[in-house]
RNA sequence: GUGGGUGUAGCUCAGUUGGUGGUAGCACCUGGUUGUGGCCCAGGAGGUCGUGGGUUCAAGUCCCAUCACUCACCCCA
């Protein structure tokens, strides 16, 4: 029996790594240009974290998590919450009032996988911990949509307020009976929800539900007066740094512990999964999870998402992947003379390749012709007997005689030179 | 967890009413050039037809089961 990866686990192979790591160049271009610092964090965790700062009633806590029951760890979920314990644990709060700070790296949820949607997936994942300041929501917006206009995805930005724990509650209630009055013409799921989790009826994709829901009391039209003055300071700002964005009224997440502030990037292209990126404002997390009363703000950016819009956008990346030098020996007695000279030009610093199959030359101009190698140096029989190598620059099909020195390290510096010239 | 679709070479795919697995394309290897790449030409290698049953003289093809992949629902980046 073949072995293959578990269902909704990805290799990344040769090929197509390269596009996550132009994913990850420009992120951390964009990221440091906004003065944020790169953090890491274990994967593993205890369960408990999740499930406080997730929700015990979310589904991802309920039926997804990757969970070792009898140690009660489990495998991150996402990444706000092992960041925010980190962030606790080691009082970055008194190192710096307002923490900026990145992770990249893999989450797991075990769910159905669809496009767009692994088991393993990968997040960047953004924070800024120690400031309720609105022109920071509008600067991590500005951010993310810096980054994505960078990578070359168009995408659309919208935005939402969910109030805080003053005034949510009273709209729940208004919504709440807005939607007893018409629940025999919602689907089971929002009939369902309605229980669950009410603000979740607003953003159902059942056509019938969008209908009736249309009509339904604005939660942007009852917020508390701080939340009010917050959003449209959000707004203000986003004016002022002249990000594109739409109010959406609709708009909730699915994380229990978002406050005020939430929004998502959004593209028509990925089919179900049209978020590429969300976050929002978390003010009461911190504190809920034994850390200082600092309010949060963040969002993640799904990197499978990203890589697919790249890869739908150019069929095939041309792959720039280039060496310096191939180096061809023919016959024993010129790979073994070859061998060690090939080590030195790397640790000189080229880029180098040779062939251990002991193929034709005609084999190894094709082998270095794919690595889309700059030169090939040609050492065979009758060059170590004359002392004197080929050397050929593979775009211009020039060919020049090199006098082989024994002292492999001046014939390095002398290739050094003729290849980086 | 629920529903639909698809499983043939490393990849993309042909395969007729059941009648011997394809000179198919890409990729790979060798040769055409005693020792010189891309283009071209010739040749070669590569398959338990996802797996297990069943029907049949005969199954890649029909039936059942199972597994995998995939899309969608739920949920979510």
Redo the contacts with the bound molecule.
């Keep these: ?2 072995i ?7 290799d990344i192979i040769p090929g197509e790594v390269e596009l996550w790591q132009h994913v990850e160049n420009v992120a951390r271009d964009i990221f440091s240009r906004f003065n944020f610092s790169e953090i890491r964090m274990p994967i593993l965790e205890k369960t408990d974290l999740f499930a406080r700062s997730i929700g015990e009633a ?3 806590v309920e ?2 998590m990757y969970t070792f029951i009898d140690k009660q760890i489990t495998m991150r979920p ?1 990444a706000t919450a092992s960041l925010l314990r980190a962030y606790i644990q080691h009082g970055l709060h008194v190192q710096k009032p307002v923490q900026r700070l990145f992770t990249i790296g893999p ?1 797991f ?1 075990h ?9 393993q ?3 960047m994942d953004v924070e800024v911990l120690g400031t309720p300041n609105p022109r920071v929501d509008a600067e991590l917006m500005a951010m993310g949509a810096m980054f994505l206009e960078k990578l070359g995805v168009t995408v659309s930005l919208e935005m939402n307020s969910l109030g805080c724990p003053a005034c949510r509650p009273g709209f729940r209630e208004t919504l709440l009976a807005f939607i007893e009055e018409r629940k025999d013409k919602l ?1 089971d ?1 929002c009939v ?2 309605s229980t ?2 009410p603000l ?1 009826v607003l ?4 056509p019938k539900c969008r209908e009736q829901v249309e009509e339904a009391p604005s939660i942007q039209e009852h917020l508390c007066d701080d939340c009010a003055e917050h959003f449209t300071s959000v707004q203000k700002g986003l004016d002022q740094l002249k990000v594109d964005y739409s109010l959406n009224k609709f708009m909730v ?3 229990d512990y978002y406050t005020r502030t939430t929004f ?2 959004i593209t028509k292209d ?10 929002g404002r978390y003010d009461g997390l911190v504190e809920k999870l034994g850390g200082p009363k600092v309010p949060g703000i963040g ?7 990203l890589v697919l819009l790249l890869q739908q956008k150019e069929e095939q990346k041309t792959d720039n992947s280039k060496i310096d030098i191939f180096v ?1 020996g ?1 016959g024993e007695k010129a790979s073994e003379f070859v061998f060690p000279l090939v080590h030195i030009l790397r640790q000189q610093g080229l880029q180098t390749a040779m062939d251990h ?1 002991g ?5 190894q ?6 690595l ?2 700059g030169y ?1 140096l ?6 170590l007997e004359q002392g004197q190598a ?1 050397l ?6 020039e ?1 020049q005689e090199i006098t082989i020195d024994s002292d492999n390290m001046k014939m390095a510096s002398l290739l050094m030179k003729k290849c980086r010239q």
């Design positions: 029996m073949k293959s990866a578990l269902n909704g686990f990805k979310t589904d991802i039926k997804e996402e989450m949820r769910e159905r996988p669809q496009k767009g949607r692994l088991r997936f990968h997040q689907c799921d369902r929800r669950t989790n979740r953003d159902c994709k059942n997440r699915g994380l998502e990037f990925l089919g179900a999964q049209a978020a590429v990126g969300a976050g969002f993640a950016l799904g990197m499978e998402r061809a023919l199959e193929r034709s030359l005609k084999s101009m094709k082998q270095a012709n794919k889309n190698a090939v040609i050492i065979g029989e009758n060059e080929v050929r620059n593979m775009a211009t099909q060919q």
